[in-house]
């Protein structure tokens, strides 16, 4: 059975409610309040059945959404099953009319003959219009209350009204509710535009902002709401938003009927576990967990309305400009959140025209790319405008910056190979995986799937992996990357000449503001198989860099070798080694003792370490290479002839002291050498040569 959720609209006592009473039998007045003052204030819900052709009558039993009995039998024959929401036609309860205008697929514009159009009319209109509604319907209401002149200007006024709006063309057709004229030829329009309606697609992550939460007895909290996209089953988990508390849904229901699961395009009761009613309100959402997260922070497109119904004023917020931090009242699904509006790309927003903008609320909302929104003024409380969410942020905006309105352009016009491509671009650290996109892009996951194959194999994107992640890269960003790795190398040969490289993590170190840590390996690999980079030791360097030392520099590292290798297992201290050759060197020479070098000095002693002719013990403890090889094979015999050595041991053996004869032990312990056994150490592998 298809499905589709139709909504009223117009001004108050314009005859919604008897309207929808004549279509499905229902009265979608629950209130006291409502039966006594005989006006709508908050939303009603009915359904009806409709065949491919030809009606079925509505259920003999009328009941409310999520509270009824089964469905009558003559249901199986049907076609569509269609949900009908009823809003209040009040201006002091628009925001009402706004929670119960979300997700609607068809919009039942009415007015009555009598009254002709109304303030509410034009802005219940207004509404629907940027909300993004395409399939609709006026019905003029109380035809009999009016000769066949009077109906005929109030169709002239629907005409103008309607002119440049979705309803411009549609359907038109006269009705008396209570004697039932013409409510035949209403659900016969209706099953044309349900007909030459595209139906929703199921295969959405699932979200349902919620209109109402109340508590059956013996079953706990129940929600309702329309159903946006996807599906939700019995017994799964989902997410209530902004609260972030994860429940499980214990039963769902649909107009009034038990079944197993809800799709997009259905009006939906689900009984939850694990919360209390006391913890849900209108506004709040389910989504699948982890999918959506809550926001104060939007940009978007705006369109600032030329006027509402309201009568003309000359400080109506509907006939002035639009300005820069302006208060409003900020609608998307069934929430309302005030929040101020940061004009992006203007001083001012005249009225009739469109702008990108930042909405900065006073509380959290959820909202996906590309959903529409609407904004009233905080007093009067007037619709002044309304758009699509571009996309939501962590971060505010800067007005007037030329690459920011770029990119929010093209998120307002560009395809979904545009978007991916930018999304990847524009990510804070250029990686994001499919899930990431489906989430921040509100592109489905098929659809993602899609073009990320496609952009891969045109070389657009690249892969890499992060644990059990695979984060997706945009080449041009990757290229970008590789040219900052690469300048930060030749900046680091040109101010450290005689060092061989940097050492890798020093490397990532410096760059982490540039090249995020999952990013930076793949840089580095690609940079090493191009053969623009040289990895040895765990040391980068550009291919082809050599260490040139000039004559006087070679006479240095001489020296300073030859310090180390006369010092022997009583290595010179690194600062008295370089202050010795301040002072001078065994060829008469005076060095100078100024900083740059003294940076010559250390640039030399690391050097000698880079190319493994100094072994760093440990922190400011080096010998030289050959002596340590010597000290292998003392230790190797004293060991093989003794069967261990200890400190005390070596320090004799080596004629040092305790000072060297601890560190030069553990250290031989690090190389697996050695092994210590308690206070002794024995040769970690004895089977086998021994330098």
């Not at 892009?441 to 990320?452: A, F, K």
């Amino acid at each position: 059975m298809k499905r589709a959720v139709i909504g009223t609209a117009g001004h108050i006592d314009h005859g919604k409610t008897a309207l929808v009473k004549a279509l499905t039998g229902i009265d979608t007045d629950r209130l006291p309040e409502e039966k006594a003052r005989g006006i709508t204030i908050d939303l009603g819900f009915a359904y009806m059945d409709l065949e491919g052709s030809g009606n079925i009558p509505p259920p003999p039993s009328p009941s409310h959404e999520g509270r009824g009995t089964c469905l009558a039998n003559n249901t199986a024959r049907a076609k569509w099953r269609v949900g009908i929401v009823d809003v209040p036609g009040h201006e002091r309860f628009v925001k009402n009319m706004l929670a119960g205008a979300t997700g609607i697929d068809i919009a039942l514009l009415v007015v009555a003959a009598d009254d002709g159009v109304m303030p509410q009319t034009v802005e219940h209109l207004e509404i629907l219009e940027l909300l993004g509604l395409r399939h609709g319907a006026v019905v003029i209401t109380k035809k009999d209350l009016v000769d066949r002149e009077w109906l005929a200007l109030v169709k002239e006024d629907i005409k103008d009204l309607t002119k440049g709006t979705f309803l411009w063309g549609a359907p038109l057709i006269e009705v008396d509710s209570l004697k039932g004229a013409g409510i035949a030829e209403l659900k016969e329009v209706i099953r044309g535009l349900l007909e030459g309606m595209e139906e929703g697609d199921i295969q959405g992550l699932f979200r349902l902002p919620i209109d109402r939460a109340f508590t059956v007895q013996g079953f706990g909290c129940v929600v309702t709401g329309t159903v946006l996209s996807g599906q939700v089953k019995v017994g799964e988990e989902v997410e209530l938003l902004p609260v972030k508390e994860v429940v499980r849904v214990r039963g769902i229901e649909v107009h009034g009927e038990k079944v197993g699961s809800a799709v997009k395009g259905q009006r939906a009761a689900l009984n939850l576990g694990g919360i209390k009613t006391s913890e849900v309100r209108r506004g709040f959402e389910l989504s699948v967990p982890g999918y959506l997260s809550p926001t104060e922070l939007l940009d978007c497109h705006l369109h600032h309305l030329s006027s509402t119904g309201s009568p003309p004023q000359a400080d109506s917020a509907s006939h002035r400009p639009l300005r820069n931090g302006e208060r409003v009242r900020f609608h998307i699904a069934t929430t309302e959140v005030m929040g101020r509006v940061v004009l992006l790309d203007k001083e001012v927003l005249m009225p009739g025209e469109k702008g990108l903008v930042q909405f900065r609320l006073e509380g959290p909302v959820v909202a996906e790319r590309g959903e529409h929104y609407v904004i009233r003024s905080y007093s009067p409380c007037l619709t002044i405008g309304g758009g699509k969410v571009l996309r939501g942020c962590a971060s505010r905006l800067r007005r007037f910056q030329e690459d920011t309105l770029k990119e929010l352009q093209l998120l307002l016009e560009g395809d979904d190979r545009e978007v991916i491509g930018q999304a990847l671009r524009s990510s804070r650290n250029y990686l994001l995986s499919e899930e990431e996109l489906v989430k921040s892009l509100n592109i489905r996951p098929s659809r993602v799937r899609e073009v990320v194959e496609e952009l891969i194999a045109k070389g657009i994107l690249t892969t890499i992996r992060e644990d059990s992640k695979v984060l997706l890269v945009d080449r041009q960003r990757l290229e970008s990357s590789k040219i900052k790795m690469l300048k930060r190398l030749e900046d680091f040969h040109r101010t450290n000449p005689l060092r061989v490289g940097v050492e890798e993590s020093a490397l990532k170190v410096h760059l982490s503001r540039e090249i995020p840590a999952p990013l930076f390996s793949l840089v580095l690999t690609e940079l090493g198989r191009e053969g623009l980079v040289t990895i040895s030791d765990r040391r980068v360097s550009t291919s082809g860099f050599q260490v040139k030392l000039s004559q006087e520099d070679k006479k240095i590292a001489e020296e300073m070798e030859r310090a180390f290798l006369q010092g022997k297992f009583n290595p010179p201290a690194p600062e008295s080694a370089l202050g010795g050759l301040s002072q001078g060197s065994a060829s008469g020479g005076c060095h100078p003792q100024g900083p740059s070098q003294r940076k010559t000095h250390q640039d030399l002693l690391s050097l000698l370490l880079e190319q493994k002719t100094l072994i760093e013990i440990e922190k400011s403890l080096y010998i030289h290479a050959k002596v340590l090889e010597e000290l292998k094979g003392l230790v190797a015999g004293f060991i093989k002839e003794k069967g261990s050595i200890t400190v005390a041991d070596l320090r004799d053996l080596a004629n040092t002291s305790r000072k060297y004869a601890v560190p030069l032990l553990e250290y031989l312990d690090r190389i697996h050498f050695t092994r210590r056994e308690g206070d002794r150490r024995v040769l970690h592998d004895p089977v086998g040569s021994r330098q």
